[in-house]
């Protein structure tokens, strides 16, 4: 038996219409698994389901900062086998231009959605299989700071704290929460911070990086790992990719 292999799993992929959330989706195809995909971007969700192997995949368009988002999202779910939660956003600033806008902005996407997610999956639907496994995606940017990221790396530890405790609440139900953090990947978040700063502020985190920058592919793997039995004795940790 492969214990990688997630075949008749179903799993929910949030931010899965660009960059790591895709790319997540595709591996999980190919390790077997059913794919629910979510993301605001209908094009760019269709995009990714045609990029699937074959399998039982659903698309479901939502903005998770709402309520009715949230809501159009877990309405029609089946019980689900693993969450992956790739949302966020990179809005970077130095501190002395935070307002309370930015705060509200950033730790809406990359903080509170993904909290209020599960506790609409944990709650009366109960939509998480025992031994469900939850993979949060947060940055190595947590334990390396940079300037300007005050508010996404905040956000980042909030959510790194809360997936720390979930796994202990969850626990006596073998369902585990685990975080990876990923250094600087090539995805459009990446790009985004090249036109932000500049291309040699991403030249310099390059060089920075003792692997360099890494493919979507080399989180998606780790992620099948966390979401399959071979990791089924690993709970509460936060994995560094890519770092040094
Ligand atoms: N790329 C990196 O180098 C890197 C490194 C470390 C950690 N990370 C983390 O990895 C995750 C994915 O990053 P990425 O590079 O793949 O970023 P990305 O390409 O910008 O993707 C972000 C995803 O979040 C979704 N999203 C944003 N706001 C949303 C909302 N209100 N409701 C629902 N979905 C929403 C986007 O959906 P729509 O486009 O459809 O709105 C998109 O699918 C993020 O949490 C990021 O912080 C990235």
Redesign the pocket.
Known sequence: MNAFDLTGRTILV?????????QCAITISEYGGNVII????KE??AETLRMLKKGDHQSIT????DQN?ISSLTDGLPKLNGVVY?????DLSPARFITEETITKTF???YE?SVLLTSRLLGKKKLMNDACSLVF?????TRYPFVGGAM?ISA?AALEAYARVLALELAPKGIRSNCI?????K????D?TAENYSQEAVKKIEERQVLGL?E?EDVANTVVFFLSDASKWITATNLILGGG
């Open positions: 949030t931010g899965a219409s660009s960059g790591l959330g895709r979510t993301g605001r971007n760019r969700l939502a903005d998770l900062t988002g790739s949302i966020g956003v990179s809406k996407i990359s959605a995606i947060s940055s190595i940017s996404y980042k953090s990923p250094a600087f990947v995805t459009p978040m990446l985004e890494g979507p």
